[in-house]
């Protein structure tokens, strides 16, 4: 019988890391989250039931949960149409985002050596301030008689305020604005791997710079469009904070939905079956993108 070398079991203890990782700070808080997805709210601490008692009264706590609540958020508008709003936010605020941020990536991949360093320091500037403090200059500048329309006004355009603010207008722009370096540190960094030798042979072989583009530069950047996309559709679905402070009554996100039903409603059986069902349509972008990427390098 053949014993493992010290070297292999180092080797199998780092990869067992990730693994252990993943199973104590991500299935666990999940099997936590899905068990009291299938509990009733009761008047009790924790306010749910039933609770855990054992191994053996096991049958009589599988007996006892109930998917209710996972009929309920198909039966009630309000989850179903929460999610379909948050999933077109998230889906515009990417599209917005990667038409901001791409050109503006291209441009830093392209810059001289010397500037690439400040100019991915500029699109990391706004980390180093508060999240909050950021969302709230934003009502400042949307709000009626705010920055904005004393701009304008300085510009000599005359009229009634915008009245952006709770608006959902004013909920992308915050998000754009706020997820916009998700977007573009992916971007510049495939794109500044980029050999421009490929962009040389094709003007060499008569192919316009917009032709040099569609067929070299945008098929090469696609893993970093991918995970920028990612990136940034992802966390927006759930976002919470921007549009309760930027939205209106008619921006009801699944995020502010899952605040409501946690702590105002304290109905942690029924959150906790919309936080199931959220993390079930955040997971199907991850595989997309997943076995778009094991394509794409089976076809390379």
């Known amino acids: 019988m053949s014993v493992a070398s010290p070297a292999k079991r180092l080797g199998r203890l780092v990869v067992a890391v990730p693994y252990l990782w993943l199973g104590l700070f991500f299935l666990v808080p999940f099997a936590i989250v899905l068990r009291?997805?299938?509990?009733?709210?009761?008047?009790?601490?924790?306010?749910?039931?039933?609770?855990?008692?054992?191994?053996?009264?096991?049958?009589?706590?599988?007996?006892?949960?109930?998917?209710?609540?996972?009929?309920?958020?198909?039966?009630?508008?309000?989850?179903?149409?929460?999610?379909?709003?948050?999933?077109?936010?998230?889906?515009?605020?990417?599209?917005?985002?990667l038409a901001i941020g791409y050109p503006l990536a291209y441009a830093m991949a392209s810059a001289p050596?010397?500037?690439?360093?400040?100019?991915?320091?500029?699109?990391?500037?706004?980390?180093?301030?508060?999240?909050?403090?950021?969302?709230?200059?934003?009502?400042?500048?949307?709000?009626?008689q705010g920055l904005l329309d004393a701009g304008l006004s300085l510009l000599g355009f005359e009229g009634e305020p915008l009245r952006l603010l709770n608006t959902e207008t004013a909920v992308l722009l915050g998000m754009v604005y706020s997820y916009l370096p998700f977007m573009v540190l992916p971007l510049f960094?495939?794109?500044?791997?980029?050999?421009?030798?490929?962009?040389?042979?094709?003007?060499?072989?008569?192919?316009?710079?917009?032709?040099?583009?569609?067929t070299v530069t945008l098929p090469l950047s696609l893993p970093g469009i991918l995970a920028g996309s990612a990136l940034v559709f992802i966390p927006a679905v759930g976002e919470f904070v921007i549009p309760d402070l930027l939205g209106g009554?008619?921006?009801?996100?699944?995020?502010?939905?899952?605040?409501?039903?946690?702590?105002?409603?304290?109905?942690?059986?029924?959150?906790?079956?919309?936080?199931?069902?959220?993390?079930?349509?955040?997971?199907?972008?991850?595989?997309?993108?997943?076995?778009a990427r094991l394509?794409?390098?089976?076809?390379?």
């Open 36 to 97: 009291m997805a299938f509990s009733q709210s009761a008047m009790a601490l924790p306010p749910y039931a039933p609770h855990w008692e054992g191994l053996a009264q096991l049958g009589d706590f599988l007996s006892q949960l109930d998917p209710a609540n996972f009929r309920l958020l198909g039966d009630d508008a309000l989850y179903w149409e929460s999610y379909l709003y948050s999933l077109r936010i998230a889906a515009l605020t990417t599209l917005f985002a």
């Open 113 to 144: 050596p010397r500037w690439r360093g400040l100019l991915l320091v500029f699109v990391i500037l706004p980390f180093w301030t508060s999240f909050l403090i950021r969302v709230y200059a934003w009502i400042g500048i949307l709000r009626p």
């Open 189 to 214: 960094a495939t794109l500044e791997k980029l050999d421009r030798g490929l962009l040389e042979a094709a003007a060499d072989l008569g192919a316009t710079p917009l032709k040099a583009f569609l």
């Open 249 to 291: 009554p008619d921006t009801v996100m699944i995020g502010k939905v899952l605040w409501n039903e946690f702590f105002s409603n304290r109905d942690w059986p029924l959150a906790s079956a919309v936080a199931v069902v959220l993390l079930v349509v955040l997971v199907l972008p991850l595989v997309l993108l997943q076995r």
């Open 295 to 300: 394509r794409r390098e089976m076809a390379a």
